[in-house]
C-alpha cells in the first residue's frame, strides 16, 4: 500500500506548503478584520468549487451520465455544505461551521497521511489532458486550502455540543449514501466495496449484520452484486463457484497486470506494469483506479479464477489481467 505516489510527492507536497504560507499570509493580514471581511477569501473559493462542480455534471451528462458522479461521495458533501458555511446567518450557523470544520480537517488529515487513497497518481499525470481528472486534483486541493484558511482565519470555535452535531450528521450521511451505493450498484465512500482490507471486512460485517436482524437466514457473498448480498432461502452450501475467501467474507488477493498500448504511432510495444492487489471487484478496482477519468469499464472471467478488465479511455484501451494468487 503505498501511501503517497513520485507524482503526489512532486505536486501535493508544494502545494500544500504555498497553500500554508498563503493561509498563514492572509490570516495575518486580515487580523483585524471583522468576519465578514475574513470570509470573503472561501466564499470564493466556494464559487469555484461550484463552478468546477456543474462543469463535471454538465460533461458528464454530455458523455451519457456515469451514476459514480452523483455528488455522493465523502467530499462531495463540500458541494452541499460550503454554501451554507460561506453565506447562511441564521439560526443553525453554529452546527454548519462545526460540520463544516470536522469534513475540511478530515480531508486534511487523509490528504496529508494517504494521499493516494483521495486520487491516484493517474489523475495527477491526466491533470492537463482530462477534464476528470484536473477536477478531481483541482477539488481535493482546494479542500485542504479551505481548511487551512478556516484555521488561519480564525472562522471556527470549537463548541461543547460539536461531537453530537458531527456524530448526527455522519450518521444521516452514512445511511443516505449506504442506500444509494446498494439500490444504483455505485460504489459510492466505499459502502458498495472496500480495496482496504480492514475496512472491508467490517462492511462486509456490518452490511451481513443488518441482512441477519432484516430477518435473512443466511449472508453470502453475491459475484454478481460485486458486494455482499442477502440470501433469504438457499444456504451458503447451496452457492456453487464461491472461493473460499469469498465464503469467509474476505478479500481475494490477485495479481494485476497492467497493459496501456504505446501513444507513439511508431512505436507499437505496450507499457507493462505488475502490481498485487486485494479486491473482491475487479472491475470496480478498475473503476476506482482509474478515477475521475471517463471510462468504459468491462470484464471478462476466464479459468481459473482470471478476471480481464478492458477499460476505454477516449479511445484509449488498457487491458487490466487479475490473476489470483
Not at 513520485?6 to 478584520?33: D, K, V, Y
Not at 460550503?82 to 475540511?104: D, N, Q
Given at each position: ?187 459510492f465512500n466505499n459502502f458498495y466495496s472496500c480495496n482496504i482490507p480492514p475496512l472491508e471486512s467490517l462492511r462486509l460485517l456490518v452490511q451481513g449484520g443488518i441482512g441477519l436482524l ?51 504511432p511508431n512505436n507499437q510495444m505496450r507499457d507493462i506494469f505488475f502490481e498485487e492487489v486485494e479486491t473482491n471487484d475487479p472491475v470496480d478496482y478498475v473503476r476506482r483506479y482509474l ?35
Amino acid at each position: 500500500m503505498i501511501l503517497w505516489t513520485h507524482e503526489h510527492i512532486i505536486t501535493l507536497l508544494p502545494a500544500m506548503i504555498l497553500m500554508a504560507g498563503f493561509s498563514a499570509l492572509l490570516g495575518w493580514l486580515l487580523r483585524n478584520s471583522t468576519r465578514q471581511v475574513r470570509m470573503i477569501p472561501v466564499q470564493i473559493i466556494t464559487v469555484l468549487l461550484l463552478l468546477l462542480e456543474g462543469w463535471k455534471q454538465a460533461l458528464s451528462f454530455q458523455r451519457g451520465y456515469d451514476l459514480y458522479h452523483i455528488p455522493l461521495h465523502f467530499c462531495s458533501l463540500f458541494i452541499f455544505v460550503m454554501p451554507v458555511f460561506s453565506f447562511y446567518r441564521g439560526k443553525y450557523r453554529a452546527a454548519v461551521e462545526t460540520i463544516t470544520a470536522a469534513l475540511c480537517t478530515s480531508v486534511f488529515v487523509l490528504m496529508a497521511i494517504y494521499p493516494a487513497l483521495i486520487y491516484s497518481d493517474y489523475n495527477v499525470r491526466e491533470f492537463f489532458r482530462d477534464f476528470f481528472s484536473f477536477h478531481t486534483v483541482v477539488f481535493h486541493n482546494l479542500v485542504v486550502l479551505l481548511c487551512m484558511l478556516i484555521l488561519c482565519l480564525d472562522l471556527y470555535e470549537p463548541r461543547r455540543q460539536d461531537r453530537r452535531v458531527v456524530s448526527l450528521f455522519i450518521v444521516i450521511y452514512g445511511v443516505v449514501a449506504a442506500t444509494a451505493a446498494q439500490l444504483l450498484k455505485t460504489n459510492f465512500n466505499n459502502f458498495y466495496s472496500c480495496n482496504i482490507p480492514p475496512l472491508e471486512s467490517l462492511r462486509l460485517l456490518v452490511q451481513g449484520g443488518i441482512g441477519l436482524l432484516a430477518g435473512a437466514d443466511h449472508v453470502y457473498f453475491d459475484r454478481d452484486r460485486h458486494g455482499c448480498g442477502l440470501c433469504f432461502a438457499e444456504p451458503l452450501a447451496c452457492r456453487p463457484g464461491l472461493s473460499a475467501a469469498e465464503e469467509g467474507g474476505g478479500i481475494m488477493e490477485y495479481e494485476m497486470v497492467r497493459e496501456i498500448k504505446n501513444l507513439c504511432p511508431n512505436n507499437q510495444m505496450r507499457d507493462i506494469f505488475f502490481e498485487e492487489v486485494e479486491t473482491n471487484d475487479p472491475v470496480d478496482y478498475v473503476r476506482r483506479y482509474l478515477k475521475g477519468k471517463a471510462v468504459e469499464v468491462s470484464g471478462e472471467p476466464g479459468p481459473g479464477g482470471v478476471v480481464t478488465v478492458y477499460a476505454n479511455c477516449d479511445g484509449l484501451i488498457q487491458k487490466f489481467i487479475f490473476t489470483p494468487i
